[in-house]
């Protein structure tokens, strides 16, 4: 039976061939946008996610009110350098260098490290606060007359050596949540995860 329509093969052929092409350019789009995506957000997390592939990992947690009332509480009175080691979101850095300190934020993570700065910029604080980017095993503490430090238990008894070798005498040491697991504290202020332990390090051998 003959159609009143012819059909024109080569026109449905292109058809199809076009329907096929324009599949796989949206394919195509979007493999590359997930893609893309993923990186994005492999970069972004990558500077959290990496500490916790480290022997001994310092994660960021966020200091309570409360616990920087602690640290200011010790080092009320003193003066001089002073570096907060694994610094976070700066605001103990912030904090003591409004109370007058010349205050150093040591911190690994590539996007705390510029929020830090972001907003010590804004603060307009004298002395202006300092961040850097740098493992803190790697950075050299002698400068400094007080040191902060918001540890985890796993790393306590490296960092007291450290303290050790680096430090001069007389140097104050603030350590936040776990404690140094040899030297004795000459201060204990709070209680829970807000308890705070003071040590005065000395070169003098009983």
Request: charge should be positive; charged fraction near 20%.
């Amino acid at each position: 039976m003959s159609s009143d329509f012819p059909i024109d093969i080569n026109q449905s052929f292109e058809n199809v061939q076009s329907v096929n092409s324009n599949r796989s350019l949206r394919g195509l789009f979007l493999v590359g946008l997930t893609g893309g995506i993923s990186i994005a957000l492999s970069v972004i997390c990558y500077p959290f996610i990496s500490p916790a592939l480290r022997k001994v990992c310092l994660p960021y947690v966020p200091a309570t009110n409360l616990q920087i009332q602690n640290v200011l509480n010790v080092i009320k009175g003193r003066k001089g350098k002073l570096v907060d080691l694994g610094s976070g979101d700066g605001r103990i850095v912030m904090n003591t260098a409004k109370a007058g300190f010349e205050s150093v934020g040591v911190e690994l993570n590539f996007w705390l490290v510029m929020y830090s700065r972001l907003v010590a910029m804004k603060s307009k604080i004298k002395p202006s606060p300092k961040f850097i980017r740098t493992d803190l095993w790697k950075y050299h503490l002698g400068p400094f007359t007080n040191v902060v430090i918001f540890g985890v238990e796993e790393m306590m008894l490296d960092l007291e050596k450290k303290f050790s070798e680096e430090l001069s005498e007389g140097t104050v040491i603030v350590a936040c949540r776990f404690p140094l697991p040899n030297l004795e504290p000459y201060l204990v202020i709070g209680t829970g995860i807000d308890r705070v332990w003071a040590y005065r390090i000395s070169k003098t051998k009983p």
